[in-house]
């Protein structure tokens, strides 16, 4: 596989075309697409953004669902040469105002309608004078792409041929503990090789099919995603939101064979076939993680699914894929652990000097190797918080490794909760608290939830001689913040907590 690696994802959607021409390359709207089609939208959307003048440098934004227009765009702005700038379809209209003015995005494609969400309305306050067109991909795509219709072949491929391995692929934003999110700066150098271990661990093969349900703007259903599709020659199903009864209904009628997704989708996957049987046959293998797995769970995915080839894995926005299982592991191993390095990765657990300690006990997660991030996008001080001078990246999640390398994560050093297979970060959401006028002081923690994992829960000081109740907080939230952020649980309280330095005591308040 590795001699095989394009050394972009532009040059990655070229090769599958000239490899599997028209064998099935995408499957949406009840229309299968060839890799020679899916390749010749990519050049159109790529001379389209030549004409509007789009080159090496830029930042192009993607806030929209999953979808076929999600690639093209993509594959699009990155043969031009410049990064994609995916954003969370889930996030309110400050949060998506704070990245596109951070990155001055030239182009934002976005939708009109995702759920009942209008995506324009959302920006109508925020002051963004980088941003020079929106292409709304559920209306203005055809008029769009038509922009490039006169631009030279020539041109595409002279400008596909200048990307290289060392350029910015994209920028995906991640919250650290300082309340403001962070822009990851990735190159294809550092992903693809990363695709392509994936991709030999996983088995994932030509012709498989690949039910997407993770979303495109996170690393899961981006570079492990359709990308590793490219690369593989897998068949791409995307979905741009999950339910399990049309994933139930997608697995038999498109005879799906790949499924990765949070642990919770299996659950439900498994609660649907129990209530209405469906053919489930086809599904051979999938990837699992962001939570601990109870070994019940993987013997029912392989026993009650199929799924023989199930395994977990741990990786992060500042790099795909730090550990993995492999197939052939027990039971036992891939439920209680999260597998061990992927080759080109060295991982360590460190104590708070970064020296590595003895196997069995307990420190932070190190990575170091050929996935880790560039840096922070404008942050100095955050990268080199973040990677140290040996070139360790520091995970923040505190963990044990095992004889065999096998790692288990017990605890995370940073306050971030998972709720629902989403990172939380409690002081980002803090930050957005803190703008209610009742609010004095918040502070949030994550606590156990039987159906998300972990919800947040907020404890409140308000203002003096100001009101708020629960609900009133909720519906504030609601409209301020991406809902998986939203805290499930209230409390006010007269003060916080706090160490000898002031700072919040968060142990305390769990």
Same mark, same amino acid.
């Given at each position: ?5 394009p ?7 070229r090769l ?6 028209d =064998?099935?390359?995408l499957?949406?709207?009840e229309e299968t697409w060839s890799?020679?089609?899916l390749w ?5 959307a790529?001379a ?11 930042r ?8 076929r227009e999600?690639?093209?765009?993509a594959?699009?702005?990155m043969?031009c040469g ?6 969370n ?12 003015d951070r990155?001055? =995005?030239r ?5 009109s309608d995702f ?6 309305a959302?920006? =109508? ?6 941003i ?6 559920d209306?203005?795509?055809?008029s769009?792409?038509a922009?490039g219709d006169?631009?030279d ?5 002279t ?6 391995a060392?350029?910015v692929s994209?920028?995906?934003?991640t ?7 962070k822009?990851v ?6 992903v693809?090789?990363?695709c ?8 994932l093969?030509?012709?498989e099919?690949y039910?997407?349900v993770?979303?495109?703007f ?11 599709c ?6 791409i ?5 999950f ?9 038999e009628q498109h005879?799906?064979a790949f499924?990765?997704?949070p642990p ?12 209405r ?6 599904l051979?293998?999938?990837t699992?993680?962001?939570a601990?797995v109870?070994p019940v769970l993987?013997?029912r995915?392989?026993?009650e699914?199929?799924?023989r080839?199930i395994?977990?894995a741990?990786?992060?926005?500042e790099?795909?894929?730090?550990t993995?299982?492999r197939?052939g592991?027990a039971?036992d191993t891939?439920?209680r ?13 460190a104590?708070?000097?970064g020296?590595e300690?003895?196997r ?8 170091r ?5 560039l840096?922070?996008?404008d942050d100095p =001080?955050a990268?080199?918080?973040?990677i ?7 995970t ?12 288990r994560?017990?605890d995370r050093k940073k306050?971030?909760?998972i ?20 609010i ?5 923690v994550?606590?156990?939830d039987d159906?998300?994992?972990e ?5 409140v ?8 109740d629960?609900a009133?907080l909720h519906d504030?939230?609601?409209a301020n ?10 409390q ?9 330095a002031g ?5 305390e308040l769990?």
């Open positions: 596989m590795a001699a095989a690696l050394p972009t994802i532009p040059h990655a959607a599958a075309a000239e490899r599997w021409g =064998a099935p390359a499957i949406e709207r890799f020679n089609q010749a939208q990519c050049r159109r790529t389209a953004l030549l004409a509007h003048g789009i080159g090496t440098g830029d192009i934004a993607i806030w929209a669902p999953n979808s999600w690639i093209v765009a594959v699009g702005a043969s410049a990064a994609i700038v995916p954003m379809t889930r996030m309110k209209g400050r949060e998506a105002g704070d990245i596109l990155t001055q =995005a182009l934002l494609f976005t939708v759920l009942g969400t209008d995506y324009p959302l920006l =109508a306050e925020e002051q963004l004078p980088a020079e067109a929106t292409i709304l991909m209306r203005d795509w055809d769009f792409l922009g006169s631009v072949p020539a041109r595409i491929d400008s596909i041929d200048a990307v290289t060392d350029h994209d920028i995906i934003f919250s650290g503990t300082t309340g403001r999110p822009g700066l990735m190159t294809y150098g550092r693809i090789p990363q392509g271990v994936w991709i030999g661990n996983t088995g093969s030509a012709g099919r039910l997407i993770n979303p495109f996170h690393s899961f259903g981006l570079k492990v995603g359709w990308v590793a490219l690369i593989a020659g897998a068949v199903v995307p979905m741009a939101q339910e399990v009864r049309e994933a139930a209904r997608m697995i005879q799906i499924l990765p997704g919770t989708i299996f659950q439900m996957l498994l609660a649907e076939k129990a209530e049987p469906f053919d489930h046959s086809s051979r293998g999938g699992t993680g962001a601990t109870p993987v013997e995915i392989r026993d699914l199929g799924i080839d395994i977990t741990y990786g992060m926005t790099c795909v894929n730090i993995s299982c197939p592991d039971v891939i439920a652990t999260c597998g061990a390095a992927i080759p080109g990765n060295e991982v360590i657990i104590d708070e000097q020296n300690v003895p069995g006990e307990t420190g932070e997660i190190l990575v190797g050929q996935g880790v991030m840096g922070y996008l =001080a990268t080199a918080e973040a140290d001078a040996d070139g360790w990246l520091h923040g999640d505190v963990g044990t490794m095992d004889e065999a390398g096998y790692v994560i017990t306050d971030m909760f709720s629902g297979g989403f990172n939380c970060y409690p002081a980002e959401i803090e930050k957005l608290l803190s703008e209610h006028p009742a004095s002081m918040v502070a949030v994550g606590v156990a159906r998300m994992g919800v947040g829960k907020a404890f000081v308000l203002r003096p001689g100001m009101q708020a629960a009133a504030w939230s609601r913040m991406a809902n998986y952020k939203v805290p499930r649980h209230w006010f309280v007269d003060d916080l907590p706090r160490n000898a700072k919040v005591a968060k142990l769990r």
